[in-house]
């Protein structure tokens, strides 16, 4: 664990060398693959740490500026059963940003489910996890229906 987390921070600190390199000469070309080795490396030692898979799916986004890769990284959390039902949350929220819809509506009914039974079980709660969970829990609904209104209008 505590090495997965040294090669998750060596991540880091090349992702911001490359991005600092970038700002200082406009014509370097950034090379993420020593940020791609040191968050597979993490990702190898502690397979069930959610922070590296969180990373590599961050640092994705920052360099494609989308979430096709992305998707990859939470779809195989999710296989692996890492931070359910975060990680399905967010693999439909990546196939909702790449407008995947049908597969968004599948990963954010399986979220729904996950945390409806979480609040149920949790009774009134102040925590943070509780708020966090509620506030996930509707903009899932939300997006349900967003999506739902969408397959209805293409379908007439």
Known sequence: EERSMINDMKAYVAYMYEGLRHSVDSSYVMDYSRVHHYIDRAIELSPGRENAYYSKALYYNMEDGDNSRAVGVYKAMCDKGVDIPYSTYMT??????????EEAMLYYKMAGKSYGEYLDTAGVDTSFA??????IKKHIDERLLYIDSVSVKLEQ
Do not use: K
């Open 92 to 101: 439909a929220d990546a196939y909702d940003g790449l407008g995947r819809y």
């Open 130 to 135: 509780y708020t966090q969970a509620r506030s």
